[in-house]
C-alpha cells in the first residue's frame, strides 16, 4: 500500500459551527497538502480497497469520489463526512491529526509520557482561543514542543506511516460503509438510529480490513484521541443537561460502540493475524489492540474519569504539555535562581478545604520582585496561578486562578524563614476555602 508520509487519518466526529480552529493552520499551509491528501487518499481507495470489495460492494461504490476542501463545513477538527456520493475529508482535520500523529510516534520512541497528546486535545476542547497567544490555538507541534526534524528518525516515520495508513484505510471504510448502506444523514432520524448506523458502518470497515489482513491498530489512536474532544456528563451542571445534549449530538463516542468494535476486531483475529509475519504474534497483538479498544470503552462509561479529564483540561497550559517522562505535570524551576527572602522559591505544600478536611499535596513556586510575586502550583491532575503583594515582610496577599475557578489567599512567614501557614478562599473571600502551609525546598 502507498505510504501515507503525512499521515493522513479521516475522523468520525464533528464539532459545532463557528468553531475557533479554522484558523489553526493557515491557508498556504492547508494549500501545500491539500492536493498531495487527495492523491494518497484516492490511491489508496483506488489499489487498497476496491479490490477488497465484493461484486455487489463494487458495483455500489465503485463511483465515489473522494473530496479534500482546505476546511470542513463547521471547521471542525475531526469533522470528516460522507455526503452522498462522496466522502469529504478537509486538510485541516487531516494536518491536524497527522500533527499529533508523528507527536505521538515520537513522544513514543523517546520514552516521554504519550499522555500529553490528549492533555492537548482536552485543553482545545475545555479553553477558549481568547487564552492565548494573539487569541489563537498553538499547534500541536508548537504546543507539544515536538522537533521540526522529527519525521527524520526513521523508526517515528515508520510507526507513523504504519499507524495511520491503517487508520486511514479503516475510517475510510467507514464512511464508505454509509455510502454502501445509503445511510441517510442525521437529519430527521432518531438518535437511536443514528447510532445504529455507526455502529453498521464501523463493522463495513473490519469486514474490509479482515479482508486486507490488516488489523486497525490506528484506530485505537484515533478513537482514544477523539474521546478527549467528546462532551460528558462532567462538562455540565444537571443530568438533564446532558441528556438535551445528547439529544442533539447524532453520533457521539459511546461506549456500546466502542465495544462492539472490540468485539469485531477479536473475532476476526485469526484474519488480521494473517498479515504477520508470524500469524501466532499477529494473533496475540490483534488480541492486545481489542483489548485497548475496549479500554476507551471503559473509559467512556467512567465519569469520574470525565471529570478529572475535564479539571486538568480547563487548567491546562502550553508549558505543561512540554515533553516529560512522568504521568502528571509538576511545575519545574530547575534553571531558575531565587532571592533568600521571604515568599521565593520551590515549596513542597498542602491545603486543605473545611468542607472535606483532606490535605492534598501541592508543588508552589513563588518568584519574587520587590514586593510583587507571582507564582505557579500544581496537584493531581491541576494547575493555577498566583499573585500578589508582600505586606510588612512577612504577609503576603494572593489571588489565585484556577481554570474558571478563582479566589483570594493569605500567607504569613514562619519564624524559621523557610515556611509559610495561612488560609484561602473562593471569590472575592480570603478565608472561606481553608487552610494551606508549606516549607521551601
Known sequence: MKAILLSVVLALTSQAAESPFGQLYDEATLKKWQSSFEEDLVWNFRNAILPALTRDEKRALSGVKIEV?????NEGLFEFYADGEKV????????FFGDLSMAYAWLNKNNYNVGTVQQYVGMLTYR???????SRYPRPYDALQIPSNARDDASVLNTMEETFTQAMIFILCHELGHIYYHHPGYIGISMSEARANETEADKFAIEVMRRLHKVP???M?????????ERHRASFATDEQYQEDLRDRTHPLTAERIEALAAAIDEAAPDFALGYRDPTKGLVQTHYVASEVRKIGQVLRDEDVHGLFRQQSMTTEVKMLAPRRETAFTAAASAESFPNEAFSGIFRSAYSSYQSGEAID????????????????????????VSGVVLRGKL????WTEGSSSGKATMVWGGDDKSF????GNGDSEVNGGVWSGKRE
Open 217 to 219: 491498530a490506528g484506530a
Open 69 to 73: 476542501p482546505l476546511r470542513g463545513k
Open 396 to 399: 503576603l496577599k494572593l489571588e
Open 221 to 229: 489512536f484515533w478513537f482514544a484521541t477523539a474521546t478527549c474532544a
Open 128 to 134: 477558549p482561543a481568547k487564552d492565548f497567544s494573539g
Open 362 to 385: 501541592l508543588w508552589l513556586i513563588l518568584r519574587r520582585k520587590g514586593d510583587r510575586v507571582t507564582g505557579d502550583y500544581t496537584y493531581g491532575v491541576r494547575a493555577g496561578r
Open 421 to 424: 501557614a495561612g488560609v484561602w
Open 88 to 95: 469529504v475529508m478537509p486538510a485541516l482535520a487531516l494536518r
